[in-house]
Protein backbone atom coordinates (compact mmCIF):
# COMPACT_ATOMS: atom_id res chain seq x y z
CA UNK A 1 0.00 0.00 0.00
CA UNK A 2 1.38 3.51 -0.93
CA UNK A 3 1.40 6.24 1.69
CA UNK A 4 0.97 9.81 1.12
CA UNK A 5 1.78 12.24 3.81
CA UNK A 6 0.30 16.00 3.19
CA UNK A 7 1.98 18.89 5.25
CA UNK A 8 2.56 22.18 4.66
CA UNK A 9 -1.32 24.03 5.31
CA UNK A 10 -1.39 27.22 7.83
CA UNK A 11 -3.34 29.81 8.33
CA UNK A 12 -2.95 32.81 6.23
CA UNK A 13 -4.76 36.00 5.27
CA UNK A 14 -6.43 37.10 2.38
CA UNK A 15 -3.90 37.11 -0.67
CA UNK A 16 -1.20 35.16 0.81
CA UNK A 17 0.28 31.83 -0.30
CA UNK A 18 0.84 28.35 0.87
CA UNK A 19 2.52 26.09 -0.75
CA UNK A 20 1.46 22.17 -0.17
CA UNK A 21 3.30 18.77 0.10
CA UNK A 22 2.48 15.47 -0.19
CA UNK A 23 5.30 13.14 0.13
CA UNK A 24 4.43 9.42 -1.65
CA UNK A 25 6.33 6.10 0.47
CA UNK A 26 6.54 5.00 -3.44
CA UNK A 27 8.33 6.67 -6.61
CA UNK A 28 6.01 9.09 -7.50
CA UNK A 29 7.27 8.37 -11.05
CA UNK A 30 5.56 4.72 -10.77
CA UNK A 31 1.94 6.13 -9.31
CA UNK A 32 0.81 7.51 -12.80
CA UNK A 33 -1.82 10.43 -11.79
CA UNK A 34 -1.94 12.51 -8.74
CA UNK A 35 -4.08 14.97 -7.23
CA UNK A 36 -4.89 17.75 -4.48
CA UNK A 37 -8.40 17.36 -3.12
CA UNK A 38 -10.31 19.75 -0.86
CA UNK A 39 -13.56 19.45 1.54
CA UNK A 40 -14.39 22.20 3.32
CA UNK A 41 -16.66 22.28 6.30
CA UNK A 42 -20.23 20.60 5.36
CA UNK A 43 -19.02 20.18 2.49
CA UNK A 44 -18.19 17.56 -0.24
CA UNK A 45 -14.47 16.34 -1.64
CA UNK A 46 -13.90 18.46 -4.60
CA UNK A 47 -11.02 18.11 -6.88
CA UNK A 48 -9.16 20.86 -6.52
CA UNK A 49 -5.94 20.32 -9.65
CA UNK A 50 -5.08 16.67 -10.97
CA UNK A 51 -1.08 15.99 -12.91
CA UNK A 52 -0.61 13.07 -15.36
CA UNK A 53 2.70 11.88 -14.91
CA UNK A 54 3.75 13.31 -18.33
CA UNK A 55 2.99 16.47 -16.37
CA UNK A 56 -0.59 17.40 -17.93
CA UNK A 57 -2.71 19.17 -15.52
CA UNK A 58 -6.07 19.92 -14.98
CA UNK A 59 -8.08 22.64 -12.73
CA UNK A 60 -11.25 23.61 -11.43
CA UNK A 61 -12.23 26.48 -12.56
CA UNK A 62 -12.01 28.08 -9.25
CA UNK A 63 -8.25 27.92 -8.69
CA UNK A 64 -7.75 28.87 -12.39
CA UNK A 65 -4.57 31.02 -12.37
CA UNK A 66 -3.90 31.05 -8.45
CA UNK A 67 -2.76 27.43 -8.09
CA UNK A 68 -0.15 25.41 -9.55
CA UNK A 69 0.52 21.88 -9.29
CA UNK A 70 3.54 20.03 -9.73
CA UNK A 71 5.90 17.14 -8.74
CA UNK A 72 9.43 16.56 -8.22
CA UNK A 73 10.20 12.59 -8.97
CA UNK A 74 13.50 12.88 -7.91
CA UNK A 75 11.91 13.99 -4.35
CA UNK A 76 9.12 11.62 -5.03
CA UNK A 77 6.57 15.02 -4.17
CA UNK A 78 3.67 16.24 -5.01
CA UNK A 79 3.00 20.28 -4.53
CA UNK A 80 0.32 22.40 -4.31
CA UNK A 81 1.39 26.05 -4.73
CA UNK A 82 -1.87 28.52 -3.32
CA UNK A 83 -1.52 32.54 -4.02
CA UNK A 84 -3.76 34.71 -3.97
CA UNK A 85 -5.53 32.90 -1.31
CA UNK A 86 -9.13 33.76 -0.44
CA UNK A 87 -11.66 32.95 2.29
CA UNK A 88 -13.02 30.62 0.57
CA UNK A 89 -10.37 28.54 0.13
CA UNK A 90 -10.37 27.81 3.35
CA UNK A 91 -10.53 23.56 3.56
CA UNK A 92 -9.16 20.59 4.70
CA UNK A 93 -6.76 19.46 1.75
CA UNK A 94 -5.78 15.86 0.78
CA UNK A 95 -3.53 14.56 -1.72
CA UNK A 96 -4.43 11.60 -4.02
CA UNK A 97 -3.45 9.05 -5.96
CA UNK A 98 -5.64 8.77 -8.91
CA UNK A 99 -5.18 4.96 -10.29
CA UNK A 100 -5.38 3.48 -6.44
CA UNK A 101 -7.65 5.48 -4.58
CA UNK A 102 -5.54 5.98 -1.97
CA UNK A 103 -5.53 9.54 0.27
CA UNK A 104 -3.12 11.32 2.08
CA UNK A 105 -4.24 12.52 6.16
CA UNK A 106 -4.85 15.61 5.00
CA UNK A 107 -3.98 19.50 5.77
CA UNK A 108 -5.55 21.81 6.85
CA UNK A 109 -5.91 25.68 5.37
CA UNK A 110 -7.02 28.36 6.63
CA UNK A 111 -7.77 31.98 4.81
CA UNK A 112 -8.49 34.82 7.02
CA UNK A 113 -10.85 37.61 5.22
Known amino acids: QVRLVDSGGGLVQAGGSLRLSCVTS????????MGWYRQAPGKERRLVAT???????VYADSVKGRFTISRDNAKNTLYLQMNSLKPEDTAVYYC???????WGQGTQVTVSS
Open 51 to 57: ISSFGST
Open 96 to 102: HDERRDY
Open 26 to 33: ARIVSLGA
